[in-house]
């Protein structure tokens, strides 16, 4: 425990976010400083906006996609930066050209987080170019500038990553292993006596939302890498293998799902469930440590004492079934207890196999992996069509997008009406505020207050207190670092190192000292408040306007995993791909719908529909997809066999027949409740059956429940 806040920095240094602050701070500044050097620092500068915007698309992702959003955006920007160069003389043709852009490049977001990038680098140089107001040869030439910083920061970034063409994937695959390891340390608190159950699987449900997002970014790099996808080297097999078990592991995390409340009740006295919770806290802390080994390139090790506690915990069920004075432990509970054991030892055993995978003999040996990867990304089409098709009022990219430039406009005239010397502020806060949604405009507007407001007072501490010029240099590079770093980890901490970055910087240039800090604060006030109303007045986009979508796309995903799961039990030869598809799936559109539900709690009253029965809902699918999940480690892991599967049949298709009415009732409304009876498995079948055949019984009562519940809703 003592050495964990060491451990926290230490990976946070080795992670793709300082990575990236450093690679974007070098790409920026040294341009600037090399031209300082010759006499021509408005040069460096201009070189050095031309390397920030292209930074702006420089994210996270396949390395084919990276440099193709670089050059796009290269060419955009120029192109743009001779239009505003050329009519920011007259007032009216800038207006209505920032109008346009706005517009049109707001509309990006249509095409996934990187088109919406290059939407916003775009305008960030527009906006940026506003009021330089220069001869059409200079901005000829400014134009050059800005091709020859962005081409430089391109050739920087693509340099750096052939240097060390795995280094991304190993920072992004050992941030998704954390957030497992995150994930079943918050699975461990519900074996904590007096847990807060419902704030715990709230944290749960989040820490999951997050678990898919690192999980799907490593997707996007690693099977749209080609050396990887083609297994051409060991490392790259090793880094496949160790993603695809750690899949495997989640879901069978996911699938240890119990009513711990009795559990609780029956358990508390004799504190077993606090030596459960020390184990599933050791295997979290072996997650962690092969996560660490990932960016440092060592091996991992196993928590101290791991088999020996798993041992006493077989001791202490066995003493609890032998101890006669507590029938009551002779139930369901015990039943429980051996469950979650066994899922112990079966999440153990998956460790150590990902262990060994570090071992460089092994690494050499690692065979291919069949895995049709082309199946688990998702393609983005970049077709015109699409844009027309979303050119109406019932699409909220549309919405969003002429939101942003009428705001924009807003923006543009209060500016002009200010007497500021740097009212541009005003723009550019509008225009990283705004976004599609209310929650998260309104999310983004108080981090950019707080880090602001926080940052400015830093700033003009440090110029009142520090006149050193090497002291103030290196305090502007710490701030350049710890704003780049972490612009996508806490954006209030990018804003709080942003601020006095740029106030250094403009006390550098001799532009200004705390005159530059008021007006920031002013400006950002302006901004923040005009997209504020805006996303609440002008064409807002309320979360309850997807919430059936979203709800009926989970009850699909369910459906289709539930599906794909009996198939393993009916068919002998059943392919793993499509069930891994399909649970992929579920992880997707279970994270779509927990942050829906998040973001509504945000929104004015008013608008927070359904509150109760949306939590609900999702309680009820996190209980589906476990006890599926649960279903599938039967077949896979515990070699469970149903002897004669037939007599299932009609439990698992009255199931499917649930779920699929589930999600009609949510697309049409209905007028009366229906009536679907339950149907009971045979009560004769053998103890090696009835394991099997109770996991489906549960199944479709959690299915029915599922029913109810959206006929309630639709009704």
Same mark, same amino acid.
């Given at each position: 425990?003592?050495?964990?806040?060491?451990?926290?920095?230490?990976? !946070?240094?080795? /992670?793709?976010? @300082?990575?990236? #602050?450093? +690679?974007?701070?070098?790409?920026?500044?040294?341009?600037? %400083? =090399? $031209?300082?050097?010759?006499?021509?620092?408005?040069?460096?500068?201009?070189?050095?906006?031309?390397?920030?915007?292209?930074?702006?698309?420089?994210?996270?992702?396949?390395?084919?996609?990276?440099?193709?959003?670089?050059?796009?955006?290269?060419?955009?920007?120029?192109?743009?930066?001779?239009?505003?160069?050329?009519?920011?003389?007259?007032?009216?043709?800038?207006?209505?050209?920032?109008?346009?852009?706005? !517009?049109?490049? /707001?509309?990006? @977001?249509?095409? #996934?987080? +990187?088109?919406?990038?290059?939407?916003?680098?775009?305008? %960030? =140089? $527009?906006?940026?170019?506003?009021?330089?107001?220069?001869?059409?040869?200079?901005?000829?030439?400014?134009?050059?500038?800005?091709?020859?910083?962005?081409?430089?920061?391109?050739?920087?970034?693509?340099?750096?990553?052939?240097?060390?063409?795995?280094?991304?994937?190993?920072?992004?695959?050992?941030?998704?292993?954390?957030?497992?390891?995150?994930?079943?340390?918050?699975?461990?608190?519900?074996?904590?006596?007096?847990?807060?159950?419902?704030?715990?699987?709230?944290?749960?449900?989040?820490?999951?939302?997050?678990?898919?997002?690192?999980?799907?970014?490593?997707?996007?790099?690693?099977?749209?890498?080609?050396?990887?996808?083609?297994?051409?080297?060991?490392?790259?097999?090793?880094?496949?293998?160790?993603?695809?078990?750690?899949?495997?592991?989640?879901?069978?995390?996911?699938?240890?799902?119990?009513?711990?409340?009795?559990?609780?009740?029956?358990?508390?006295?004799?504190?077993?469930?606090?030596?459960?919770?020390?184990?599933?806290?050791?295997?979290?802390?072996?997650?962690?440590?092969?996560?660490?080994?990932?960016?440092?390139?060592?091996?991992?090790?196993?928590?101290?004492?791991?088999?020996?506690?798993?041992?006493?915990?077989?001791?202490?069920?066995?003493?609890?079934?032998?101890?006669?004075?507590?029938?009551?432990?002779?139930?369901?509970?015990?039943?429980?207890?051996?469950?979650?054991?066994?899922?112990?030892?079966?999440?153990?055993?998956?460790?150590?196999?990902?262990?060994?995978?570090?071992?460089?003999?092994?690494?050499?040996?690692?065979?291919?992996?069949?895995?049709?990867?082309?199946?688990?990304?998702?393609?983005?089409?970049?077709?015109?069509?699409?844009?027309?098709?979303?050119?109406?009022?019932?699409?909220?990219?549309?919405?969003?997008?002429?939101?942003?430039?009428?705001?924009?406009?807003?923006?543009?005239?209060?500016?002009?009406?200010?007497?500021?010397?740097?009212?541009?502020?005003?723009?550019?806060?509008?225009?990283?505020?705004?976004?599609?949604?209310?929650?998260?405009?309104?999310?983004?507007?108080?981090?950019?207050?707080?880090?602001?407001?926080?940052?400015?007072?830093?700033?003009?501490?440090?110029?009142?207190?520090?006149?050193?010029?090497?002291?103030?240099?290196?305090?502007?590079?710490?701030?350049?670092?710890?704003?780049?770093?972490?612009?996508?980890?806490?954006?209030?901490?990018?804003?709080?190192?942003?601020?006095?970055?740029?106030?250094?910087?403009?006390?550098?240039?001799?532009?200004?000292?705390?005159?530059?800090?008021?007006?920031?604060?002013?400006?950002?006030?302006?901004?923040?408040?005009?997209?504020?109303?805006?996303?609440?007045?002008?064409?807002?986009?309320?979360?309850?306007?997807?919430?059936?979508?979203?709800?009926?796309?989970?009850?699909?995903?369910?459906?289709?995993?539930?599906?794909?799961?009996?198939?393993?039990?009916?068919?002998?030869?059943?392919?793993?791909?499509?069930?891994?598809?399909?649970?992929?799936?579920?992880?997707?559109?279970?994270?779509?719908?927990?942050?829906?539900?998040?973001?509504?709690?945000?929104?004015?009253?008013?608008?927070?529909?359904?509150?109760?029965?949306?939590?609900?809902?999702?309680?009820?699918?996190?209980?589906?997809?476990?006890?599926?999940?649960?279903?599938?480690?039967?077949?896979?892991?515990?070699?469970?066999?149903?002897?004669?599967?037939?007599?299932?049949?009609?439990?698992?298709?009255?199931?499917?027949?649930?779920?699929?009415?589930?999600?009609?009732?949510?697309?049409?409304?209905?007028?009366?409740?229906?009536?679907?009876?339950?149907?009971?498995?045979?009560?004769?079948?053998?103890?090696?059956?009835?394991?099997?055949?109770?996991?489906?019984?549960?199944?479709?009562?959690?299915?029915?429940?599922?029913?109810?519940?959206?006929?309630?809703?639709?009704?």
């Amino acid at each position: 425990m003592l050495n964990r806040p060491i451990r926290n920095i230490q990976d !946070f240094l080795l /992670s793709t976010y @300082f990575a990236d #602050g450093l +690679r974007i701070t070098f790409g920026v500044l040294c341009p600037s %400083l =090399i $031209m300082a050097q010759f006499g021509m620092l408005q040069f460096g500068m201009t070189l050095s906006l031309g390397a920030l915007c292209i930074s702006i698309v420089d994210s996270p992702g396949p390395i084919v996609h990276r440099r193709n959003a670089m050059l796009i955006t290269t060419v955009l920007i120029v192109i743009i930066s001779v239009l505003v160069g050329i009519t920011n003389k007259n007032v009216y043709v800038t207006g209505l050209l920032l109008v346009v852009c706005s !517009f049109i490049f /707001s509309m990006l @977001f249509l095409y #996934g987080a +990187r088109a919406a990038a290059i939407g916003t680098s775009v305008l %960030l =140089i $527009m906006v940026l170019s506003i009021d330089d107001v220069r001869p059409w040869k200079e901005v000829i030439w400014y134009a050059i500038l800005i091709l020859c910083g962005s081409v430089w920061y391109t050739l920087l970034s693509y340099f750096i990553y052939r240097i060390r063409p795995y280094r991304l994937v190993q920072q992004i695959l050992s941030d998704s292993i954390h957030e497992v390891s995150n994930f079943l340390r918050a699975k461990a608190k519900f074996y904590q006596e007096g847990i807060d159950y419902e704030k715990n699987y709230a944290a749960l449900l989040q820490l999951q939302v997050v678990v898919h997002e690192k999980q799907d970014e490593v997707r996007e790099v690693l099977f749209k890498t080609r050396e990887i996808v083609r297994d051409s080297t060991p490392q790259g097999r090793f880094l496949l293998l160790v993603f695809v078990d750690m899949v495997d592991l989640f879901e069978q995390i996911m699938s240890t799902y119990y009513n711990y409340q009795k559990l609780h009740q029956q358990f508390d006295e004799v504190g077993i469930l606090f030596h459960y919770e020390e184990v599933i806290n050791k295997i979290a802390d072996s997650l962690e440590d092969i996560a660490f080994a990932l960016k440092t390139g060592g091996k991992p090790n196993l928590s101290s004492g791991l088999a020996e506690d798993i041992e006493k915990l077989k001791e202490e069920i066995l003493a609890l079934e032998n101890n006669k004075q507590h029938n009551d432990y002779n139930t369901q509970g015990l039943i429980a207890l051996k469950n979650i054991e066994v899922n112990i030892e079966n999440i153990l055993g998956r460790v150590k196999t990902i262990q060994r995978y570090f071992n460089e003999k092994e690494k050499k040996n690692l065979k291919k992996n069949d895995i049709d990867v082309n199946k688990f990304v998702t393609k983005q089409s970049f077709d015109v069509k699409l844009f027309r098709e979303n050119l109406s009022f019932g699409s909220s990219t549309f919405r969003h997008s002429l939101r942003v430039a009428i705001v924009m406009l807003i923006g543009f005239l209060v500016a002009k009406s200010l007497d500021f010397a740097h009212s541009y502020w005003i723009l550019l806060t509008i225009l990283v505020i705004s976004k599609p949604g209310y929650t998260l405009t309104k999310q983004r507007n108080y981090q950019r207050l707080i880090g602001t407001i926080i940052g400015a007072f830093i700033g003009m501490g440090i110029l009142v207190y520090v006149k050193d010029k090497n002291a103030l240099f290196v305090i502007l590079l710490i701030c350049m670092i710890g704003s780049y770093s972490f612009q996508r980890k806490n954006y209030v901490v990018s804003v709080l190192f942003m601020t006095p970055y740029i106030l250094v910087l403009f006390d550098f240039l001799g532009m200004g000292g705390l005159s530059i800090a008021r007006e920031r604060i002013y400006d950002t006030l302006i901004g923040s408040g005009i997209a504020l109303m805006a996303s609440y007045s002008l064409f807002p986009n309320w979360e309850h306007e997807k919430l059936k979508e979203a709800m009926v796309d989970i009850i699909k995903a369910n459906l289709n995993y539930f599906e794909q799961v009996t198939l393993l039990y009916y068919e002998q030869n059943q392919s793993l791909t499509k069930y891994k598809v399909a649970r992929k799936e579920v992880y997707v559109n279970t994270a779509n719908l927990a942050s829906l539900f998040q973001r509504m709690f945000s929104e004015p009253k008013s608008k927070q529909l359904y509150i109760k029965e949306l939590h609900q809902f999702t309680v009820l699918n996190h209980l589906l997809s476990s006890y599926i999940a649960t279903l599938s480690f039967f077949y896979r892991e515990h070699d469970f066999v149903h002897s004669n599967f037939e007599e299932l049949k009609p439990v698992s298709n009255n199931t499917i027949y649930l779920l699929s009415q589930s999600a009609i009732n949510l697309s049409i409304s209905k007028q009366e409740p229906g009536n679907v009876p339950l149907i009971r498995p045979k009560n004769n079948l053998e103890d090696k059956n009835m394991v099997i055949a109770e996991q489906f019984e549960l199944i479709q009562k959690v299915a029915y429940d599922i029913y109810k519940l959206t006929e309630k809703i639709t009704v």
